[in-house]
C-alpha cells in the first residue's frame, strides 16, 4: 500500500509541474508498479487492450476524418450565418453549435474547428470575440457531455459500471446531463462574460509563417485567368493527347491540370482525379480541362475541338461550385530564384521545370509587377519569384533543390489544410452509421467494433489524404497516457487504497446521506482536475465512487455521473483542459479572466449537478 502511495504522490506531482510529458509519467509510474511487484506485467499491460482504449483511437480516426473532408466547418459555418449581427443570437449560437459538434468530435479539435469561424463571425459583425471564445472553450466541454463517446470520462465510468456487473451506459444516457450542461452555461456566461470581458481587444501583429494556398491563388489572379473545359461525347479531343492537339503552339493556351470524377455512378462515392497535365495525357470524354490564355484563344479551342466551356455555376462535382483551383492532389507554391541560380537569364520553357520537376509555372512577380500571359516565352531574372503548379510530392522535391531556389512559406503544412469537400458526404453517411450501431440495440454489434468499423471505412473511401493523414489525427499522447494509468486504479484497488479511501469518505460523508457523499465525491473530483488532467482523474475516482456508493448500499451511477461531470467541467483554469489553453491567446485573456469567469461556472456547475443527478439517476 505505502509502495503505490508513494508512486502515485509522485506521479501526481509531476502531472502537476508540468515539466515531463504526461504519458512519460504514465509510462514510469507504470513501471514503477511492475518493478515493485504491485502489479504482475499483465495487469500492468491490461490497459492497452481495453476496449475504451480502442474505441478513443477509432473514434480519433474518425474524428479527423470528419475535420478532414471539411463536413463539420460546412455545418458549423452554414448555422453560425443565422446568427446575423446580434451578439446575444451569436452568442447562443456558439455554445449550441460548438456543443452539438463536440458531443461527437473532441473538444480539442471542435475548438481549433470553430476558433477560426468564431473569430471570423466576430469581426464581420463589430463584436469583441473575447466575449465568445471562452464560451466557445467552456461549450466543447459541455458538449462533450452530451454522448457516450463525447469525452474519454464517459466512456471510463461506463466501463467501470460494466465492470462491477451492473448495466453499462447508453450512447444517449448522458444527453440529459449534458443539456444541463449547455442550459446552465448559457445562463452563467451570458451575465459573467459582459461583467468580466470587456477589454477591448489590441491589435495582434503577428506575422504568418507564409501565405495560404487561397492567398497565393488570389494574388496571382489565377480564378479571372482561368478557364474549365469540358471534353463532351463526340468531342475531337476526347482519345488525342495534348501534345497533339498543339495546344501551346497554336492556340498560346497552358492547360494546368485535367480533372477526372470516378465512379461516377455511384453518388456518394465520386472522386476527384486531378492530373497534372502532361504532353502524353490521354483525354477522356467527361474531362475537366483547366486552361489559362485570353479569351479569344479559348474560344477558338473550344470551337475546333468541340468542348464545352463551364461558367460559374456548372461544376464538374455538385459538392464544388465556382471556378477556381482545387488543391487535393495538386498544389501551388512560390519559389524565390537565387542569385547563382542557373536558370537565369533562360526562358521559362528552357527552364524545363515541366520536365525535371513535372511542374508548371503559373506566374511570375517580378517586385510589383505580375507576369501570367505567354509564360513560356518570358526570360527569367535575378530576384523573380515563381508561382508554380504540382503534385504535392513534387512540390515537396523542388524544397529540398536549395542551391537554385528557395521555397517560401510552408505549402506542405498549407497542403494538410486542404479539405477533401467532395468526401463530406461519404463521412457523413460513415458517421450516422456508427451512431446508429451504437444506439440501435437490435443492431448485434459492440460499440467498440462500431467504431473500429467506422474508422476503418474513412480510410478505405478516401476521407483521408492517404494512411499517414489518419494516423496522425490520433493523440497518441492521450492513448498511451490513458492506458498506462489504467492498471493505477487497480494497483489502487489491489491494495485496498481505494477500499480505505471509500470507506474514509462513506463514514464521515455517507454517513449524513448520500446526497453529501455525492457532493463530496463530486468536488474532490472538480479539485482534482484543476492540477491533473480529467482522463487521469476520471481512472482515479470512477472506482472509488462506485465503492463509496456500495457501502452505503445506493444506485452508483449519480456518482459516476458525479465522476465524469466534475472531470470534465474545469474552467477555472487555462491549463486545465486543452480548449481553454487553446483560445487564451487568441482571446487575449489572462489567468485572472479564467478565474472571473471560470470559477463562478465550476462552483455553480457543482452546485446544480449534486441537485440534478439524484433526480435523473435516483440513488
Not at 281 to 308: A, C, H, P, Q
Not at 447 to 473: D, H, Q, S, W
Request: net charge neutral; charged share 15%; glycine share 8%.
Amino acid at each position: 500500500m505505502v509502495i503505490t502511495l508513494i508512486i502515485l504522490v509522485i506521479a501526481s506531482a509531476f502531472f502537476v509541474s508540468g515539466k515531463v510529458r504526461s504519458d512519460i509519467v504514465a509510462l514510469c509510474a507504470l513501471l514503477a508498479l511492475m518493478i515493485s511487484g504491485v502489479l504482475t506485467p499483465e495487469e500492468a499491460l491490461s490497459g492497452f487492450s481495453n476496449n475504451v482504449v480502442i474505441m478513443m483511437i477509432g473514434l480519433f480516426v474518425v474524428g479527423g476524418a470528419i475535420f478532414q473532408t471539411g463536413l463539420a466547418k460546412k455545418i458549423s459555418s452554414r448555422i453560425l450565418k443565422f446568427a446575423g449581427t446580434s451578439e446575444i443570437r451569436l452568442f447562443l449560437l456558439v455554445m449550441l453549435v460548438t456543443g452539438a459538434i463536440g458531443a461527437f468530435v473532441s473538444n480539442t479539435g471542435t475548438v481549433a474547428l470553430m476558433l477560426p469561424i468564431v473569430v471570423s463571425m466576430a469581426h464581420n459583425a463589430g463584436i469583441n470575440s473575447r466575449r465568445l471564445l471562452m464560451p466557445l472553450a467552456f461549450a466543447s466541454s459541455m458538449g462533450g457531455m452530451m454522448t457516450l463517446i463525447g469525452t474519454p470520462p464517459n466512456l471510463i465510468v461506463s466501463d467501470t459500471l460494466a465492470g462491477a456487473g451492473f448495466e453499462p451506459l447508453s450512447f444517449f444516457s448522458f444527453t440529459p446531463v449534458g443539456l444541463i450542461c449547455i442550459v446552465t452555461g448559457i445562463l452563467v456566461l451570458l451575465p459573467l462574460t459582459k461583467w468580466f470581458l470587456n477589454r477591448k481587444e489590441t491589435q495582434d501583429s503577428r506575422m504568418t509563417s507564409g501565405k495560404t494556398l487561397v492567398q497565393l491563388a488570389k494574388e496571382y489572379d489565377l480564378s479571372s485567368n482561368l478557364f474549365r473545359l469540358r471534353a463532351v461525347q463526340g468531342s475531337k479531343a476526347v482519345g488525342k493527347t495534348i501534345v497533339d492537339m498543339d495546344v501551346r503552339k497554336v492556340y498560346k493556351l497552358n492547360v494546368l491540370e485535367i480533372r477526372r470524377i470516378e465512379s461516377a455512378q455511384h453518388r456518394f462515392l465520386k472522386t476527384v482525379t486531378q492530373k497534372l497535365a502532361s504532353a502524353g495525357t490521354v483525354i477522356r470524354n467527361g474531362d475537366v480541362l483547366y486552361v489559362t490564355g485570353s479569351i479569344s484563344s479559348v474560344e477558338m479551342f473550344v470551337k475546333d475541338m468541340g468542348l464545352e466551356l463551364l461558367d460559374e455555376h456548372d461544376s464538374e462535382m455538385t459538392t464544388r461550385n465556382g471556378k477556381s483551383l482545387a488543391f487535393y492532389d495538386i498544389g501551388i507554391a512560390e519559389i524565390l530564384l537565387m542569385p547563382s541560380s542557373g536558370i537565369l537569364n533562360q526562358t521559362v520553357k528552357e527552364a524545363g521545370f515541366r520536365d525535371k520537376f513535372n511542374v508548371n509555372v503559373l506566374g511570375i512577380r517580378r517586385k510589383k509587377d505580375y507576369i501570367l500571359h505567354e509564360l513560356g516565352e518570358a526570360v527569367i531574372h535575378d530576384g523573380d519569384v515563381l508561382l508554380v503548379q504540382g503534385a504535392w510530392q513534387d512540390i515537396a522535391r523542388l524544397s529540398r533543390e536549395d542551391t537554385d531556389w528557395v521555397v517560401l512559406g510552408q505549402p506542405l503544412a498549407e497542403a494538410q489544410k486542404v479539405t477533401l469537400d467532395y468526401k463530406a458526404p461519404v463521412a457523413a453517411v460513415i458517421m450516422i452509421a456508427m451512431i446508429a450501431m451504437m444506439v440501435f440495440d437490435f443492431i448485434p454489434v459492440a460499440p467498440v467494433t462500431a467504431v473500429m468499423i467506422a474508422g476503418m471505412l474513412m480510410v478505405l473511401t478516401g476521407c483521408f489524404r492517404n494512411v499517414e493523414a489518419a494516423y496522425k489525427t490520433i493523440n497518441w499522447e492521450t492513448i498511451v497516457l490513458f492506458a498506462a494509468m489504467l492498471p493505477m486504479s487497480l494497483a489502487l484497488e489491489k491494495t485496498g487504497i481505494s477500499g480505505y479511501i471509500a470507506d474514509a469518505m462513506a463514514g464521515g460523508l455517507g454517513a449524513r446521506g448520500p446526497m453529501l457523499l455525492l457532493a463530496g465525491v463530486y468536488f474532490t473530483t472538480s479539485l482534482m482536475t484543476m492540477f491533473i488532467s480529467n482522463t487521469v482523474t476520471a481512472v482515479l475516482m470512477a472506482p472509488i465512487a462506485l465503492q463509496c456508493a456500495m457501502q452505503i448500499g445506493v444506485n452508483p451511477v449519480p456518482f459516476l455521473f458525479a465522476v465524469t461531470v466534475a472531470a470534465s467541467m474545469c474552467f477555472a483554469s487555462p491549463f486545465s483542459t486543452p480548449p481553454n489553453a487553446l483560445v487564451m491567446r487568441a482571446g487575449q485573456y489572462t489567468f485572472m479572466d479564467y478565474v472571473k469567469v471560470g470559477l463562478p461556472l465550476q462552483v455553480i456547475m457543482g452546485i446544480v449537478m449534486v441537485l440534478v443527478l439524484p433526480l435523473l439517476f435516483p440513488f
